[in-house]
């Protein structure tokens, strides 16, 4: 399983960004997870293979929306009114395999497939 994230880069705050992984073939749920400096890989975003559940940390809900389009095989994070505190590197990940359509877990355990991350950095 590969996959590839895109679309970091440098933004000021207040600006909006749109990050994207290819993951093709992949009918998974799908999280975005993102480590600032100093801290620990947290919880970001996460969508179900089908698309009709999504889940967000607290941090971004309201401002971050995930999405997916399976046919093209790829999930997009679009971040609105981004914050300085959002500057992190940004990483999608692929959960495991799991028969519930509904299944959208948060815990990193449940991902055993991750792309190299894309740096996301908000200035104030």
């Known amino acids: 399983v590969q996959l590839q994230a895109s679309g970091g880069g440098l933004v000021q705050a207040g600006d909006s960004l749109r990050l994207s992984c290819t993951a093709l073939?992949?009918?998974?749920?799908m999280g975005w997870f993102r480590q600032a400096p100093g801290k620990e890989r947290e919880f970001v975003a996460v969508?179900?293979?089908?698309?009709?559940?999504?889940s967000y940390s607290d941090s971004v809900k309201g401002r971050f929306t995930i999405s997916r389009d399976n046919a093209k095989g790829t999930v997009d994070l679009l971040m609105n009114t981004l914050k300085p505190e959002d500057t992190a590197v940004y990483y999608c990940?692929?959960?495991?395999?799991?028969?519930?359509?509904?299944?959208?877990?948060?815990?990193?355990?449940?991902?055993?497939?991750w792309g190299k991350g894309t740096q996301v950095t908000v200035s104030s």
């Open positions: 969508i179900s293979r089908i698309g009709h559940m999504t």
């Open positions: 990940a692929a959960a495991y395999a799991n028969p519930s359509s509904g299944y959208i877990p948060s815990q990193q355990g449940s991902y055993p497939y």
């Open positions: 073939g992949l009918k998974r749920a």
